[in-house]
Each structure stands twice: as C-alpha cells, then as structure tokens.
C-alpha cells in the first residue's frame, strides 16, 4: 500500500502518531505536497464526512480523525507556503458565527499566505462585528468560510455589517466552503467564490485586480 494509502488511513482511523509518521515517509518517497493534501487528507477527510452521515461513526470520531488530519498539515505547512514572499494584500478570515469548522479555513489561509498574502485569522465563530473591525484596521479581503447550511446565512450577515458601517465598497468579500456556491455568493452581495484552497488565491487575486506571475504570486495588473 502507498504512503499516501496509509495516510488516508491513518486519518480516517484517527491515529495521528501513524498520520504524521506516513507524511514524513511520503515526502522522503519524493510525493509532492499538495498530492499528499489531495489523495491523503482531503481524501480522508472526505471519507469521514460519508461514514458520519452512514451513521457509522459520530462526533468523537470526527475530532480525532481532524486531530490527525492536523497533525499531517502541520508537517505540510513549510512544504505548501513559501517563506518570504512580499505581501500583496491583507486578508482577513474566519469561519463564520456559529460555525467551529476550521480545518479548510486554515488550508485557505496558508495558501493565501504561501502566495504573498499578508493574513490575519480571526479564528472560528466569528461574529459580523470582528469582521468589520478587521475591515477597519485595513484589511483589503475579508475571507469567509462555513462549513454548514445552519451557518452560511451568517455570511449574509456580515456583508449587511459592512453595509451599517458604511465601509462595504472599501473591502472586497471572498466566500467559500463545502455547501458554499457561486449562486449563493451572489445573493448575499460577495465579491467572489471559490470551491477549493488552491482556487481561493485565484479568485483573492482576481477580486483585487491582480495578475499572478507563472510561479502563482500576484503582482498589480497594469
Ligand atoms: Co462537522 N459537519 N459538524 N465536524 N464535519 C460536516 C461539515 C458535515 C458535512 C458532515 C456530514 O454530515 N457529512 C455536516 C454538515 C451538514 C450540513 O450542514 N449540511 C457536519 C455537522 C452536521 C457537524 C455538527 C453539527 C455535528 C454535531 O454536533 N451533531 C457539528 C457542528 C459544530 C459547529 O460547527 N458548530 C460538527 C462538528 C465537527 C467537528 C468539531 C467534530 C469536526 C471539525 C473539526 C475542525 O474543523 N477543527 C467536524 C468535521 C471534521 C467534519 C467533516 C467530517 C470534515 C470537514 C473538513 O475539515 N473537511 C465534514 C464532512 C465533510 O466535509 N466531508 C463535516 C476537510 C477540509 C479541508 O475541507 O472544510 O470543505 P473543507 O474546505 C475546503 C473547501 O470547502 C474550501 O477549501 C478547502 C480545501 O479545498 N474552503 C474554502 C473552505 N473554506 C473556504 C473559504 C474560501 C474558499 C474556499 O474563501 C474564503
């Protein structure tokens, strides 16, 4: 079985000493970072999600399948993010009010950073309130992300925030996570969606009217 087999596994059984340990093997083997994300973690994690809805497993499992899913990002992190790049813009985010999901948040957030983003995460259950007082501090995104269909309202929450405070044309919204769409990123009024991680810089770079060097970095359009 490959080490990236054996991460999944390791992940959906919640064993974080063998998901950390399978991540280490795998970048010996030579297998890139982001495969080792996208066959093993989100893989995993994907698994999770199914088995939970099957019943076959509930919210404890769910945790320490996270706390190991955790573990092999962190031994990912320095292999994802590129140090020392110059920051193209300030982004804020967090998961939205409500919500504690904060796993693809962090995924966001260090590809953001990784492509010279400077980023302040707010964290989880993050009320409107914080979100304009980011924008106020100067943040030129402010990034959203729910997890869950009870809490994706919320996002429409923070928009009207930004609205109240006077400030929404001085930001930009990005909004993103598993039951997030296109369509409702144009109901609440949100600059930009974005299904995946890697897409997010993407579409952070298109709502600032940056161009992206072939390297993903992004430099203001001329
Ligand atoms: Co929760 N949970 N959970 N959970 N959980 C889901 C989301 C669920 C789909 C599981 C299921 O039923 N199949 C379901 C939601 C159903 C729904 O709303 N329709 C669910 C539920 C019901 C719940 C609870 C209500 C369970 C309960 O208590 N009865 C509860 C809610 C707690 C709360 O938030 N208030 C709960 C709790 C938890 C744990 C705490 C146990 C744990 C979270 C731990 C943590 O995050 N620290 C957890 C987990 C782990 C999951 C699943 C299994 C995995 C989520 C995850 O981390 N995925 C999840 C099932 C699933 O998603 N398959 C599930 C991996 C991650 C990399 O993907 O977050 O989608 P994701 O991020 C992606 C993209 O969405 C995107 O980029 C990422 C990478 O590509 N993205 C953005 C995310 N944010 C973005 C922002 C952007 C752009 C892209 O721009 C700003």
């Known amino acids: 079985m490959s080490a990236t087999d054996q991460l999944r596994n390791a992940i959906v059984d919640g064993i974080a000493k063998e998901a950390v340990k399978q991540t280490e093997l795998g970048l010996e083997q030579g297998i890139a970072a982001d495969v080792l994300l996208a066959d093993g973690l989100m893989a995993a994690m994907r698994e999770v999600g199914q088995l939970f809805e099957d019943k076959e497993i509930y919210v404890p499992e769910m945790l320490v399948s996270a706390h190991a899913m955790k573990s092999s990002l962190e031994i990912l992190r320095p292999h994802l993010v590129e140090a020392d790049v110059q920051a193209s813009g300030r982004v804020a985010i967090g998961t939205v009010e409500g919500d504690l999901h904060d796993i693809g948040k962090n995924l966001v957030a260090m590809m953001l ?3 010279g983003f400077e980023v302040e995460d707010l964290g989880v259950d993050v009320y409107p309130e914080r979100f304009v007082q980011a924008a106020r501090d100067g943040a030129d995104v402010i990034a959203l992300s729910a997890l869950l269909t009870t809490t994706m309202p919320n996002m429409l929450k923070v928009v009207q925030a930004l609205r109240d ?4 044309d001085r930001v930009r919204v990005v909004v993103g996570g598993a039951p997030i769409t ?6 609440i009024g949100a600059d930009g969606y974005a299904k995946t991680a890697s897409s997010a810089v993407r579409m952070v770079q298109r709502v600032l009217g940056l161009a992206t060097f072939a390297d993903g970095r992004a430099a203001a359009a001329s």
């Open 113 to 115: 950073q990784g492509s």
């Open 165 to 168: 405070a006077g400030i929404r």
């Open 182 to 187: 296109q369509s409702h990123c144009d109901e």
